[in-house]
């Protein structure tokens, strides 16, 4: 893939972290969350990579604490970023 720059932000990776966090927290494999929420493994895998601009969203956010036993609110951060 050519190098080239990607469109996370600040608290699009801060979110992905945290979220990755709590997957693996639990033992839970990309695959594993993809399975839970229904999407593809690859979609998972984009928005973990830095090399894809995919990010999660708010509905993403709010299906993810249901799968992760947790509130959306653990996602985000305290202050703005």
């Known amino acids: 893939m ?3 720059q ?3 932000t600040k608290v699009d990776l801060f979110v992905i972290e945290k979220v990755k ?3 693996l927290g639990l ?3 990309q ?4 399975y839970a929420l229904d ?3 690859g979609f998972i895998g984009k928005i973990e990579s ?4 995919t990010h999660y969203n708010v509905k993403h956010l709010n299906d993810l604490a ?3 036993k947790c509130s959306p609110q653990d996602f985000l951060p305290k202050k703005p970023l």
């Open 2 to 4: 050519p190098n080239r």
């Open 6 to 8: 990607v469109d996370k």
């Open 21 to 23: 966090e709590k997957r």
């Open 27 to 29: 033992g839970m494999s």
């Open 31 to 34: 695959a594993d969350l993809a």
């Open 39 to 41: 999407m593809s493994v």
């Open 50 to 53: 830095p090399n894809y601009p």
């Open 66 to 68: 249901k799968v992760l």
